[in-house]
Every structure is written in C-alpha cells, then in structure tokens.
C-alpha cells in the first residue's frame, strides 16, 4: 500500500511541474502540431466514443496521469470493489452496485455468501409484477386496471428513477403515467396527483431505509389520499402501494404486504441504486426487457472498466482528466451538456452521483485533505444552455471543462433538426478550444474598440462523447462511466466516495426545530441568535 500523502507522491510532483511547463500552450498549437491529433486522443469502448483530443493534455500529461493511478493502486481498488470487500470504510460496507447488473450465473461474495441468484430473484419478481400492472391484470381495489404509477422517494430514491423515466420515454408504455413525488413542500404531492383518479393509482414508496422524513410524510399523505378517494377501506392498500426497501418490518409496519415489496441490499448505495428494485418505476415504464437491457449496458461499460487498460478505458481517462482541472488547473465545476433532450435530467442526477459521493474533506484515514476533491457537476440540455450561460464558459474568467454527449440517431427524426442540434454540439466545442483571435476578429472589419469584446481566448477543454443513439443499454452504459469515472477520482483523492455523513446535520436539526414550530406552548428557544428569530418569526406568521 502506497501510504505516501498524495500531494508528495512522485507522480502528483511531477504533474505539478509538468502543469507549470504546459499550462500556457494553447489547443490551438497542440493541435497543430498533430494532425493525428482528433483520432489519436480518442477511445471507443462499449459503443461509446470518448474525443478527448480537445483537453489541455500533451501525451506526457496522460503518461504522468496513468502513473499517478497505478501509485494509488487504481486496479487494486478496481479487483477490491468487484470482489465485494468493503471498502466503504466508514459504514463498514461492500460496495456492489456492479452485482446488480451481473450475470445470471456470476459469482459475487459478500461475507462468502454469493449475492448474484438474490440480485436475479428480486428482477424476476419484479419483472412478474411489470407484466401484471402492463397488461392490466392487476387490478386495483375497484377492478380498475392500474394507469398512474407514483413513485415516492428522494434522494438516491427519486432522481435515478426520474432520469432514467425522462431518458428512455421513447421506450415507456404510454397509456400509463409517471409521477414522481420527492420533495417534503407538499405541493409536490398535490400538483403529482390533482388530476389522477385513486382507482386507477399506484404508489412505489421508494426507501431504503423506510425511514426518511420526506418520503415517510409523502407517503401518509398518499396513503390518505388513497384512502379517501376509496371510501376508506384499508384492504385498498394492498392493491396500490407497493415498496421498495431494505427494511422489511418497517414496510409491514407502513401497512404493506411482505408479497408487494422488493428488496434490495445495503451494499448498494442510494445514488448508485437506480439498477436495483429502485428502479421499479422504470421497469414498468420499459418493461422488464427493456430494464434488463439497460442491465446489460452497465454490465457491458462494469466489464470494460475492470479489464481495459488504463489508457484505454473510458472512466479512468474521464476521472483523470477531471483531477487534472480540478487539482492542477484549479477548476472548480464541471459542465454536462448532453444534446438530447431526453437527457434533460441526467445533469441532475450526475450532480447527486459526483457530488455526494466526492464531496468529502477527509483521507480514509480521517486526515484533512492538502487538496481539492469533487467539483461541481452543473448542466443543462443543448441547445438551450448556448442562449444563456455558455457566454461565460466562453468568455467568462473561469475555466470550465465540459462534457458534450451527443446521438448519431435522433430517437423520433423530425425534418432537419437533429443535424442541426449535432452541427450545434460540434461547433461549441470547435469554439470552445479554438477560439477566434483578435486578428481573425479584425479582418472581419470590426471596429477597433470592439476587437476586445468579440475575441474568444478559447482553449477551454471539452470531452465529446458520442454514441449511436439513447437505448436503455446506451444510458446504461453512460451512467456506469461516470459512477466508475467518480470512483476512479475518488481512488485518487483517497476519500470514501461511499458514505455521505455530510447530510446527517442537517436532518437532525430539521428533526429538533419541528416541534419547535408546531407546539402550542411557546417553545424555550436554544439555538444562535439568528435561528431563534427566524423560529419566533415564522411562529408569529405561520
Ligand atoms: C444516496 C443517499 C441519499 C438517499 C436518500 C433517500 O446515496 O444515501 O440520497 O438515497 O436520503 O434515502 P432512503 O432511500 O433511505 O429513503
């Protein structure tokens, strides 16, 4: 084991030098330098084509950057996550997402049980209930067949199953409707089910744990919106919730039947949950073929991150590029612009991936980090983000590295649109590394005085990742890059990207203030001065 701290490592030193030499060379000449340049820095795996030529990185950059991962023993912690130890340390945990898309016939131990049949009972079980509630042989309590599915969940248990709703509609059964309820405003609840009709509702109380504030309020709401719309019969239950846990007696105790919950394990991790039974809302949605092929896309991306070479693997390369911006550079955020508007919600999603799982301050070993660790994950689908805040990737004073991902296949082709949305993606990262100089700017004929307003510096780096066109097994296969590319930064960084006490704080103060606002009796006020008057504030006005 390599125990030297990271910012004295030999290859991290050596990054530093080198970024000290390179930093002030510009695309424009490395890429004159190399006509190969495009083709050269780029790599294709699992349908998945990675251009990183537009990055600020010389061919000793990536040698320096694959010697850093090998001191940090990167396939060291790749063998040890895949074979089930737990490495997340601090929860004491295997971390094995990877099994929920594994092989029927793989064999992965946790604690020398072999946790792969399990994985494939839960899909069987929930692929038999998709086929009930698709074809209408569920019925709800009134004999209505099922048309609204409502998932009630946060977190780890609300934005995968939104995304990967949003992502693959083109694929959804659409005599039926998807609702997701996170949010504790209840508006939420209110404005998700306004116009639906009980008899025809099904609710997915989403929740690992059957525990979180947010999910467990939405769902009494549910259950007594439920029961009203019903005429309050409580055998209703039975036929319009079901649950997704770990905690089966806190799901009997909700009032749901052992038969109607699916089960899944505490060495997945919520954020890395939407693969498991968590993913119920999207199974319905595609049917269990479909989700068994966006299993195979994770699987197919898993395989490719376990056994490719460093320098030809699509998560370490886009892991190491982010620690170079983010620790040499001192870039501070990353940008995700997928042009594809079925994509509109995968920015959301990478934010809780990349953020809650390398949003950390400490080592493993509870040391303060001498470094920067996660960056800001931020975006918006292309084209529209262009007509805002690209004027400042482009000429702000901040350096932004940007991931485009672009469909050689629009899913509905309509007119000229998609070559003009990919005519889009292209330029933006042609302008972005490129620039235009004051010169270019001055042979157009404008006025001296505005030269300076309409020079593009350029040299902002960008990956472009392209594939054929968004399947189940293509978000599959993108959403298992970036997990992997978030473990590859987190191996690095020597953090636990598994854990995420950082948002403990929080939820126990949100618990002491409740009764503070709601009690009859004035409450006797302990906080800082500030809260204490915006208590007694909100009392008064409430
Ligand atoms: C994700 C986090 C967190 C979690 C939610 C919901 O990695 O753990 O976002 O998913 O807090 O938790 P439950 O599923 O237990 O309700």
Not at 144 to 150: A, M
Not at 402 to 421: E, M, N, Q, S, Y
Not at 458 to 471: E, W, Y
Request: proline share 4%; hydrophobic share 40%.
């Amino acid at each position: 084991m390599n125990t030297t701290p990271l910012t004295r490592q030999p290859a991290w030193q050596k990054l530093a030098d080198h970024h000290r030499e390179i930093k002030g060379r510009h695309l424009r000449d490395l890429f004159a330098e190399d006509p190969e340049r495009g083709e050269r820095f780029a790599v294709e795996a699992a349908g998945l084509y990675l251009d990183y030529s537009k990055n600020r990185v010389t061919d000793e950059t990536l040698k320096l950057l694959f010697q850093l991962a090998s001191d940090c023993d990167l396939s060291g912690h790749i063998k040890a996550m895949f074979g089930g130890e737990k490495i997340n340390i601090t929860e004491n945990r295997a971390v094995l997402h990877v099994a929920l898309r594994a092989n029927r016939d793989d064999t992965i131990l946790v604690d020398g049980k072999n946790v792969v049949p399990g994985v494939h009972a839960v899909l069987d079980k929930m692929g038999a209930f998709c086929d009930r509630v698709r074809s209408g042989d569920w019925k709800g309590f009134t004999g209505k067949r099922i048309r609204n599915v409502v998932n009630v969940g946060i977190g780890g248990s609300d934005l995968g199953p939104v995304m990967a709703y949003e992502a693959l509609r083109h694929y959804t059964q659409r005599d039926l409707t998807f609702r997701f309820v996170s949010n504790v405003d209840g508006i939420d609840f209110v404005e998700a089910t306004l116009d639906l009709d009980p008899a025809e509702t099904l609710f997915i109380i989403s929740s690992k744990t059957f525990t979180t504030l947010e999910t467990m309020t939405n769902a009494q709401s549910a259950r007594a919106w439920l029961l009203k719309g019903l005429s309050g019969d409580q055998a209703a239950i039975a036929k319009h919730f079901v649950a997704v846990s770990t905690n089966a007696e806190k799901v009997k105790a909700f009032g749901i039947d052992a038969d109607n919950m699916f089960e899944f394990s505490d060495w997945v991790g919520g954020r890395y949950s939407m693969d498991s039974a968590i993913g119920l809302s999207t199974m319905l949605a595609v049917g269990p073929d479909g989700f068994r092929e966006m299993l195979a896309g994770f699987h197919e991306m898993d395989e490719h991150f376990r056994t490719a070479p460093p320098d030809r693997n699509l998560p370490v390369i886009m892991g190491l590029l982010s620690i170079w911006y983010n620790d040499f550079f001192g870039a501070q955020t990353v940008a995700v612009l997928p042009y594809e508007q079925y994509l509109k919600r995968f920015p959301a999603y990478l934010q809780q991936l990349t953020m809650e799982s390398n949003g950390k301050h400490v080592t493993l070993d509870g040391k303060h980090v001498d470094y920067q660790t996660g960056p800001i994950y931020w975006g918006e689908p292309g084209t529209n983000g262009q007509h805002s805040f690209y004027q400042l990737i482009h000429q702000g004073t901040r350096l932004i590295p940007c991931d485009f991902i672009a469909f050689a296949h629009a899913l509905t082709p309509l007119g000229r649109h998609h070559d003009i949305l990919i005519a889009n993606v292209l330029a933006q990262s042609e302008a972005l590394a490129f620039g235009k100089t004051a010169e270019e700017v001055k042979a157009e004929g404008t006025k001296d005085d505005l030269v300076p307003h309409r020079v593009f510096e350029g040299n902002r780096p960008s990956n472009v990742l392209f594939a054929d066109r968004l399947t189940p097994g293509t978000l599959g296969k993108l959403v298992a890059l970036y997990e992997h590319s978030v473990f590859t930064q987190g191996v690095i960084w020597n953090i636990d990207s598994f854990d995420q006490w950082g948002v403990e704080l929080g939820k126990v103060l949100a618990q002491r203030i409740i009764p503070e606002l709601e009690d009859k009796a004035e409450p006797e006020l302990k906080h800082d001065s500030s809260t204490d008057a915006l208590i007694r504030r909100y009392r008064k006005n409430r």
